[in-house]
């Protein structure tokens, strides 16, 4: 049985950071991509940025410049480092992953949540102005 376990999140002031982290128990397929994805209150989930499995990576637009997802292999962990934090940024947080073989497009959005049958929990992002 696939888990996904993030955690990391937190309540901070506007300009400051936080680094998500989701940790992978089970099966998945070496050639599937990761992604992070977040859900506000009363929106839909976004794609924030996906990392596939060449170590392609793609942003949204909204947070380019500002996040950078990463992943370690050996400890089957996911990253988000969150930078210059901002308050539209509060949201829920869910890791995602697949099992592929799906390609992550630097010039392209993160794939769509539909992409992923592997979810986590979610980690809370409050970011306060």
């Known amino acids: 049985q696939v888990q996904l376990v993030e955690s990391g999140g937190g309540s901070v002031q506007a300009g400051g950071s936080l680094r998500l982290s989701c940790v992978v128990s089970g099966y998945v397929s070496s050639s599937g991509s990761m992604a992070w994805f977040r859900q506000a209150s009363e929106k839909g989930r976004e794609g924030v940025a996906a990392i596939d499995s060449d170590g392609n990576i793609s942003y949204a637009d909204s947070v380019k410049g500002r996040f950078t997802i990463s992943k370690d292999n050996a400890k089957n962990t996911l990253y988000l480092q969150m930078n210059s934090l901002k308050p539209e940024d509060t949201a829920m947080y869910y890791c995602?992953?697949?099992?592929?073989?799906?390609?992550?497009?630097?010039?392209?959005?993160?794939?769509?949540?539909?992409?992923?049958?592997?979810w986590g929990q979610g980690t809370q992002v409050t970011v306060s102005s």
């Open positions: 995602a992953a697949e099992d592929g073989p799906t390609m992550v497009v630097a010039s392209l959005p993160p794939p769509p949540p539909w992409q992923y049958n592997y």
